[in-house]
């Protein structure tokens, strides 16, 4: 897709798909499901070079979700964009479904397995370093929270990659400024990231996560490179974007709607469609 407005209606349908899940399955985390969306939509229907028909093909680009609680987000960009059915959404966090709470490298299209947050940058790093061992073109694309910067081991990887010069590595910051237990600031403060990074070495970039077209400028503007600076991109975002009573809060950092909220975030949503 390269037509802002076809996007735009994906993410509308990517929203709905996702808390459908949540309500269904009474589990999961809304808040930064929404927050991610318009960034793995410009990832999926835009960006990335995949092929549905080979999900293993080798010269694809990688995704890796870091911050793993926002995979029901991901497993609808998978399903609309033809990797399964969306029948597999019935099975989402039930005792033998194929999409449990975080991605799965057994779920077409996951192209790593996510447990416990701050582990995976490094994860992200070691891909971009066989894709460069092999002579490889592709991209990988890590996504992060920022209350996963909390951990100390994201600083590690972040001090490494750009020593490592992962020309081909770009880490996406879903920077919606709301954790778990409240606001990023109150708990602790992350500061001038931009200057933080740029320190470490990285190229640094600054968007609206929630424009399209400042989404596909950004990743637009990333040369083609196996050594060099890696990116980031720093996407402010908005926590349980779209949907009102979910905006902003740590209320719905996890949770599932009740058949009224699912009902009222859908009539929000559906405007969009």
Request: hydrophobic residues 40%.
């Amino acid at each position: 897709m390269n037509d802002v407005r076809e996007l735009e209606q994906m993410a509308a349908r990517m929203r709905m798909d996702c808390l459908q899940m949540i309500h269904d399955s009474n589990s999961g985390h809304p808040g930064g499901s929404l927050s991610a969306t318009e960034i793995l939509t410009v990832l999926y229907f835009y960006k990335m070079n995949i092929d549905v028909d080979n999900p293993r093909w080798p010269d694809r680009d990688r995704f890796v979700l870091s911050k793993g609680h926002a995979a029901p987000m991901v497993f609808a960009a998978l399903a609309n964009r033809g990797f399964f059915s969306k029948e597999e959404y019935k099975g989402f966090r039930r005792t033998g479904g194929n999409l449990q709470g975080t991605v799965s490298i057994h779920n077409p299209g996951g192209d790593m397995t996510v447990g416990s947050l701050g582990q995976y940058l490094s994860v992200a790093i070691g891909m971009a370093i066989a894709g460069r061992l092999d002579n490889k073109d592709y991209k990988v694309y890590a996504m992060l929270g920022d209350g996963e910067l909390q951990e100390g081991q994201v600083w590690e990887a972040l001090m490494l990659a750009p020593a490592m010069q992962l020309g081909n590595l770009v880490a996406i910051l879903d920077n919606n400024h709301v954790q778990m237990c409240g606001k990023t600031d109150d708990i602790l403060s992350l500061g001038d990231l931009r200057r933080k990074f740029e320190a470490f070495g990285w190229a640094v970039k600054r968007i609206d996560g929630h424009d399209i077209s400042q989404i596909m400028s950004a990743l637009d503007s990333i040369p083609v490179q196996l050594t060099g600076q890696p990116t980031m991109i720093i996407a402010d975002t908005v926590k349980g974007k779209g949907v009102s009573y979910m905006e902003g809060t740590a209320q719905w950092h996890g949770g599932a709607p009740d058949d009224e909220q699912l009902a009222q975030a859908f009539r929000e949503l559906g405007g969009a469609l």
